[in-house]
């Protein structure tokens, strides 16, 4: 079953309370909330005290991907805000493993992230203790980037040691999905799709994610 998750990146942020509802309202399963502090990348976005506000417009789950450094330092809030999973990038935080044990002892889900060029290596230990992997298929910090398709056979090496491992953990993608890059994550092994403008862009945003699901 693929999940979407519409990165709200891409959304008015005048009407934020409307648009989650729109893409509620058209069956998206997730609400992508990213979230980014101008050091680990090079854009500014918003804060728990914006997972707050936005908390009170709908029930569905909160995907916060915390595209900063010293993610630890930032748990605590986000979680008492409403997350429902948080994921941290393996290359922003020093201690990992405290970093996922720390969301988990929260009661939410805990992902792991990486960026296109960052190996598989580096996960690979912690693998049995998050509920998720994002393999960003951009170079984070920007909504409308071009999917970098050289992380495609990636997504099938995590495939392959997720399946030797006996773990049926989720692998999402994020960056320049769209109908047909989606087909291609999906067949490499892809569950949870992320996608900013060709969700938020669409004239029919029904129509954007039926043509994600495929
Ligand atoms: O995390 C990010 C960018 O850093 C993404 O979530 C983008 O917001 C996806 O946007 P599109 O590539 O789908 O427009």
Redesign the pocket.
């Known amino acids: 079953m693929i999940k979407i998750a519409p990165?709200i990146?891409?959304a008015d942020f005048s009407c934020l309370g409307d648009e989650i509802r729109k893409i509620e309202k058209a069956g998206a399963d997730w609400v992508?909330i990213?979230v980014m502090d101008g050091n680990f990348?090079p854009n500014l976005t918003f804060g728990a005290p914006v997972v707050k506000k936005i908390r009170n417009v709908t029930r569905m789950f909160f995907d916060c991907?915390l595209?900063v450094d010293h993610p630890e330092t930032y748990i605590e809030d986000f979680a008492a805000a409403g997350a429902d999973q948080i994921v941290v990038h393996a290359e922003a935080t020093k201690h990992l493993h405290r970093c996922i044990q720390a969301i988990h002892a929260k009661g939410i889900k805990a992902g792991v992230a990486l960026n296109p060029a960052s190996s598989l290596t580096l996960i690979e230990e912690i693998l049995p203790d998050v509920d998720m992997v994002l393999l960003m298929t951009?170079n984070?910090?920007?909504?409308?980037?071009q999917f970098i398709s050289t992380v495609l056979p990636k997504i099938s090496r995590l495939r392959r040691m997720l399946d030797m491992a006996g773990l049926r953990t989720d692998i999402q993608v994020?960056?320049?999905?769209n109908a047909e890059t989606a087909r291609q994550v999906v067949g490499a092994g892809a569950t949870v799709l992320?996608?900013?403008?060709?969700v938020y862009g669409a004239k029919d945003v029904n129509a954007a994610i039926k043509s994600l699901r495929g």
């Open positions: 990165s990146l891409s992508h990213d990348v991907h595209m951009v984070p910090g920007f909504g409308g980037q994020d960056g320049g999905i992320v996608a900013g403008s060709y």
